[in-house]
């Protein structure tokens, strides 16, 4: 008989007792006979979970006497390790393992082998189903996927049953693998509390015994289809972020998903009877025990990946094509993601959203820059996620401190609940310093901007006091939306700014799609063209060549302005003659409406962002020609040090406190001087606190940054003395050793300058 045909008569024998209308006790006793027959195994038991302990449920071998008596915590003997770790034991001689535990009133001695699986309901074991053997042998890996199948099986039973319920299932979380702390790179410093969500969410498997098995054959591979043309066109996909790591990941995805092994083991698992979700997941089951077996760091890098695409295919199969963000967001939550587009983080509800840990990440990304703005703390380039994280854990994330408590005691909670009321404090004394203009020590007035996004943003410029909007950035309406934004709809949103900002200045910087920023409708021309987005068809470039994009922007953005102070800025400006390409469509669009005898803006100011390094070059050509340049530092150094900024690997490899990026900033203010023109910058530099003392210290005054900046640097702001501070920095830049951050921070120490 062939392993699957084995398998299949197992699965038809427990199908029949499962179907029967015996009690849920017989049928389980039932259960421990027929593996036992099958597996010709003197032992075959079954632990469940009852108040917190594994009891002995059934067995066919040990003593009846111990049924229901016999009872294991979790993490004890070889039962409870097995369910602590949601893994497989397969052991020639039971003794010989170091959580080997002797129950006597079993009557277990006499036996030497010993396989055990654990019973997995909502993602967590709920029970383990072992067999033991008087002679000393390993099991077959035939046997192994027997009794994962009737693992799998018997959840489904306890499910129905009601044998275990969820709240104890969810109670035993903390015993079963207790508090864990992850630790990864601060993104967005803040204090968040809430739920573990999986921005993909794993597929709850509820048939695990196929009714037509040629049906779930044809399911698998339509499945392996979509998979297949999901992955080959996965690389223009924000999920994947940009450059570098992500290659080596679609390279590994494309392996697995074409790898004929993967697609045979779970056509031989349908073949025994199982559904096509029951399949994957009882191959991944294995496979995981495989790759822990041969514990190789390397592998399990590897295992990730396959995770990941073995998730992709069960919610293939299973038609839950939709992210997290599609079901809501019922709780406070913590979301978890692999990484993630600035689109897709849009999507959360903002209320319910109280941080994200990615196990990538960057800086710089647009994804952090659009948390930052949403005041969402982030973690990246978190370790251990999957192993560590089920999907409703409690999670306390620091991500100022880069950590992240999962499962945490109820002491820990509460220290925590006493660092929130504290952080709030402090929010609340930066807000205290709204209606404080920021002089210097020495009374230079300095423009603390901030930057925004989306209509909600607004209200942070009446919280923070900032001076305006320093940059906002128009593009976030188009990563929100499916389809490009209408004019009128743009113009409604431009409207709602500027009446929100007052008197206020507000710098619309005009759309910035591309790089990191993709939208679905342009996304097939951009992959299409560009191997390297970031420095290929996007911003200005996209919008200049894109008939109508601008035009359209730039009505709606004229309209809205009527009878007021209007401020656009261009990005990625490379050459003078793009600023006066792009100015030109405002210009035609301007004589439109003047035609039209349509309301005009008062007065309109052009200016430019500073991000790619050639510009500086050539400065003197273009400052006349602008009344405001904006120093994009994200994308500026990402340039400057041809390091992508959403590639995780460089994400701290290079220092915005480094002399070549001061001295370069420090060249473009000197080159400025007398220009007339106001420059400023509004990359996220600013707004960090040694960043933003040696902005200061090489002459630049204003800034534009995020909203939960304003107060910290406003503080800041009112604690310098520029011309102390200007002497030290030109000292240090002089001859600087390398990065200038300890300077900075003993300096602001001294000065009683927080700079964490
Ligand atoms: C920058 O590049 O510094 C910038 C402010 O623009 P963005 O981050 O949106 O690219
Ligand atoms: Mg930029």
Redesign the pocket.
Known sequence: MTAAAAARQILLRLTEVMASRLHAQTKLDQVVEIIGECLSSEVCSIYLLREGMLELFATRGLNQSAVHVTRMAIGEGLTGAIAQKVETLNLAEAKAHPDFQYRPETGEDKFHSFAGVPIVYRERAVGVLCVQHVEPRRYEEVEIEALQTTAMVLSELIANAELVDEEEARGLTAEQSGPQTLTGLTLVKGLGAGVAVYHQPRVEITQVMAEDIEAERQRVYRAFDRMREQIDSLASQAEFGVGGEHEEVLETYKMFAYDEGWSRRINEAIDSGLTAEAAIERVQQHTRMRMREIDDPLLADRMHDLEDLANRLLRIVAGQVGTAASQGLRKDAILIARNLGPAELLEYDKRRLKGVILEEGSL?A?VV?VARAMNVPVIGRTKGVRTTIREGDEILLDASAGNAIVRPLPQVADAFQARFAKSREKQAAYASLRDVEPFTRCGTRIQVMM?AGLRDDMSALGLTGADGVG?F?TEFQFLVSATLPQRERQTRLYRDVLDAAGDKPVIFRTV?IG?DKSVPYLASEIAAQDENPAMGWRALRLALEREGLMKIQARALLEAAAGRSLYVMF?MVSEPWEFDAAKQVFDEQLAFLRAQKKLLPEKINFGA?L?VPALAEVLDMLLPRLSFLSI?????TQFLFAADRANPKLAERYDWLSPSILRFLRRVMRSSVGSGVDIGV???MGGRRLEALALLGIGYRRLSITPAAVGPIKELVRKVDLAELTAAMNGWLLSPAGSLRDELAAWAAARDIEHD
């Open positions: 710089t647009h820059i930057n940059l950035r910035d790089g990005p962002m991000e994009g530092t994200n994308d500026l509004c990359g996220e």
